[in-house]
């Protein structure tokens, strides 16, 4: 595969080969080898974290506001190369370039421009103590961080990672999932253009081998994850042995219900932007879409008109609503899923098939599939990650909320009403990290993004982010004589 790009790892502001492991990268959307992945070996994990630990001496005695001023201009290099980064990462995820143009790289630079702005805010407290002493509290940075992607948004993920990190004086090794290894390397030589220094944003590349070797490193300060339930209870025990800090964003199987007195075409749309945007491969997708039994056959209804009006074809098409799943293994899992739903008797209303007519050869393609089930089945109890949406009817509000609540997930939740005061009821009973009140799946870098019971720990984004990134420090200080029975 020499003639192939070489997909190497960044360290110390450097593009390095790694001595690890290569393998092919693919773009899902052909199926077609668009690289050769260099991984990282032992020696580039222990140049990443060395170079990081360096870095981030001189970056943590930095003040914040001149931190905040590196973030905001990363955000204006993010901008001016915003078809670029997007076709890199529609290529490496076989997502939709109408998609990648309009969200990854916009969120990953409004991240940046964020965080740059809290930078130089991270005033704390003054206590009065009284005449004899007062105190005072310093947030100060953890030091390395160790931040691994999953393989949806890897762009965005590494933002939403590496901007709080660096904003609050961290340094970040950051390992992307061994199926988008792109554009993270990407980012890494746009931050170093835009006038990071040297060493504080690196990237490893690599399977579970090297995240392994992130949490275990004994230099390595803090874990943040983004991935599955089952790696973030792996990720968690490795890192125990070194108490060290985890952040987990992980999986969801979140809940989505319509009262009759809604606005059904939002509903419609608030479904399918929970099911159907990037092909269902968002963890805080409405996957459960609960319907008031009296608007049952006319949400369907609609719901199935425009879902059979999408457009599901080649990734790098304008036009294309619906895009390649990761990877064949990955599509196999979905279509297994809806095998199993017409197993248990789930009843099928469209989709459920892996399509060949009218998509590249050699991408994995699945029909936008709308399922009416119970709430025992397969496909309303676990996490898919493709386009497949399951609706349940309900009759009444305290049914739904236990129902809804009803699954060891709580990453997302939302609803669709015009009874503003049942909505402010509802939503503040909804066991999730992030509820929307008549829309889905909007992510707005100023608000905390994260799950509560086993979609994850800790939040990513807003002022939330400062607690991740920070440690607190207090500081007493005397005023007058010591005290002491000695
Ligand atoms: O996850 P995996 P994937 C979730 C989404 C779905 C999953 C899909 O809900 O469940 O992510 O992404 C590395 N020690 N979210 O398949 O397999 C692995 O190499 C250390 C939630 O990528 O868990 C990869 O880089 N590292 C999210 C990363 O972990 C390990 C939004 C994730 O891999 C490891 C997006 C180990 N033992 C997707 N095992 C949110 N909540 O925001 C694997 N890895």
């Known amino acids: 595969m020499s003639a192939l790009p070489r997909v190497g790892n960044f360290i110390g502001g450097r593009l390095v080969d790694g001595s690890g492991p290569r393998f092919p990268d693919y773009d899902p959307g052909r199926g077609e080898v668009i690289g050769e992945v260099f991984s990282a070996g032992e020696a580039e994990i222990e140049a990443a974290v060395a170079q990081a630990r360096c870095a981030a001496r001189a970056w943590a005695r930095a003040a914040g506001a001149g931190r905040g001023r590196a973030l905001r201009r990363i955000a204006e290099v993010l901008r001016a190369h915003n078809d670029e980064l997007a076709e890199l990462e529609t290529r490496d995820t076989g997502r939709p370039i109408a998609e990648t143009r309009s969200v990854d790289i916009l969120s990953a630079a409004d991240c940046f421009e ?32 160790g931040a691994i992607g999953a393989w949806n948004y890897p762009l965005q993920i590494a933002s939403w990672k590496a901007a709080p990190a660096l904003a609050f004086g961290n340094a970040v090794v950051f390992k992307p999932s061994e199926l988008t290894p792109q554009s993270a390397l990407r980012l890494a030589a746009l931050l170093v253009e835009a006038g990071l220094p040297p060493g504080l944003f690196n990237v490893v590349q690599g399977d579970a081998r090297v995240g392994r070797a992130l949490v275990r490193h004994p230099e390595v300060d803090k874990i943040t994850l983004t991935g599955e339930v089952n790696t973030g209870r792996a990720v968690m025990a490795e890192a125990a042995a070194g108490l060290k800090r985890v952040s987990l964003e992980l999986g969801g199987k979140s809940p989505l219900i319509v009262f009759s007195d809604a606005d059904l075409d939002a509903a419609v749309t608030g479904a399918m932007l929970g099911n159907f945007y ?111 949406m399951t609706v349940l009817p309900f009759d009444e509000e305290e049914e739904v909320i236990a129902r809804a609540n009803a699954t060891p997930y709580g990453l997302a939740a939302g609803l669709f ?62 005023l007058g004589d010591i005290e002491s029975p000695y």
């Open 417 to 478: 009403t015009r009874d503003v005061t049942r909505a402010y009821r509802v939503a503040a009973r909804l066991g999730a990290g992030v509820c929307w009140i008549n829309h889905y799946n909007v992510t707005p870098v100023e608000l905390p993004f994260g799950g509560v019971k086993q979609s994850g720990i800790g939040r990513e984004n807003g002022r939330a982010a400062i607690e991740a990134y920070t440690e607190v420090k207090s500081v007493y200080v005397a």
């Open 114 to 145: 964020y965080f740059g702005a809290l930078a130089a805010t991270l005033a704390t407290e003054h206590v009065d103590l009284g005449p004899s002493a007062f105190g005072y509290v310093r947030r100060e940075p953890i030091g390395v961080v």
């Open 278 to 388: 990037s092909s269902g491969e968002i963890c805080s997708n409405g996957t459960r879409v609960f319907v008031e039994r009296p608007i049952l056959a006319a949400f369907l209804d609609r719901l199935s008109l425009r879902t059979e009006r999408l457009r599901i074809g080649d990734p790098l098409d304008p036009a294309t609503d619906v895009g390649a799943m990761i990877s064949t293994t990955h599509g196999e899992r979905v279509t297994g899923y809806i095998e199993r739903g017409l197993t248990e008797g789930a009843r099928l209303i469209t989709g459920g098939r892996r399509m060949h007519e009218g998509v590249p050869a050699g991408g994995f393609y699945i029909a936008p599939t709308i399922f009416t089930a119970d709430d025992g089945m397969t496909l309303a109890r676990e996490e898919i990650f493709g386009p497949v």
